[in-house]
């Protein structure tokens, strides 16, 4: 979501009325100083209480996109979007944004394994929340802070993710094969305070409706079974 690319994109789309890099922390300003209401049920600050919790790691892409989708999901209690993968401690949204850091734009997903397990986000992760078969690329977003990342915990977890990988290129639902990469999760690190619920705070942007709503869609239609109801 650099602002190099996110504008041309606007530019070439005319639809994009504002970039996921563009001014975000003003919309937020904006949002708040108009009284918009605060719609988003799960999204912010890792839970204070993880009794009987699990967490996965996740990157697909732009992650006001991805936050969304799993925030959707019965079971998750909390997502948060931040930046993994790279070795830079402490990055920001605009050292990732140019490729400083290594990391990608990341999810960290806090879930009740009672309600919903590891295999069924992964499962969600590949067939629903992004495409992961563009290589540092999903739609719009070029570079390899955008590039698609299973992260994995345990040997059972990488052991799901490889199955999945396996079974998703057999069902061949994608045109080309998967180029996720799967390693073993190191750190997260939560993104700025204002990109935590963004879809749902700001519906408005361009971004969001053009780019953001058509992938959250997808996933709603492939997975209604695992819905929360209401949102």
Request: glycine fraction near 8%.
């Amino acid at each position: 979501m650099t602002n190099l690319l996110k504008n041309g994109f606007a530019a070439a789309c005319i639809l994009l009325l504002t970039a996921c890099s563009e001014r975000p922390a003003e919309a937020q300003k904006t949002a708040a100083a108009q009284g918009a209401p605060i719609t988003r049920s799960t999204a912010g600050p890792a839970p204070t209480d993880m009794t009987g919790l699990a967490t996965a790691d996740f990157a697909g892409g732009c992650f006001w996109c991805t936050e969304e989708v799993f925030e959707e999901v019965k079971g998750v209690k909390a997502v948060v979007s931040g930046y993994s993968g790279g070795p830079e401690a402490n990055p920001n949204y605009e050292q990732v944004g140019r490729g400083e850091t290594g990391h990608a734009e990341a999810i960290e997903v806090y879930y009740d394994p009672k309600v919903v397990s590891y295999a069924t986000l992964v499962d969600v992760f590949f067939r629903g929340a992004h495409d992961p078969t563009t290589l540092n690329r999903q739609g719009p977003d070029a570079g390899a802070q955008y590039r698609s990342i299973a992260f994995y915990r345990t040997p059972e977890e990488k052991k799901t993710i490889d199955e999945a990988i396996a079974r998703v290129n057999a069902s061949k639902q994608y045109n080309e094969p998967i180029v996720t990469q799967v390693v073993p999760f190191q750190k997260f690190w939560p993104a700025e305070g204002y990109h935590q619920g963004y879809f749902r705070l700001h519906p408005e942007v361009g971004y969001v409706q053009s780019v953001s709503t058509p992938k959250v869609e997808k996933f709603r239609h492939k997975f209604p079974e695992l819905l929360k109801s209401p949102l």
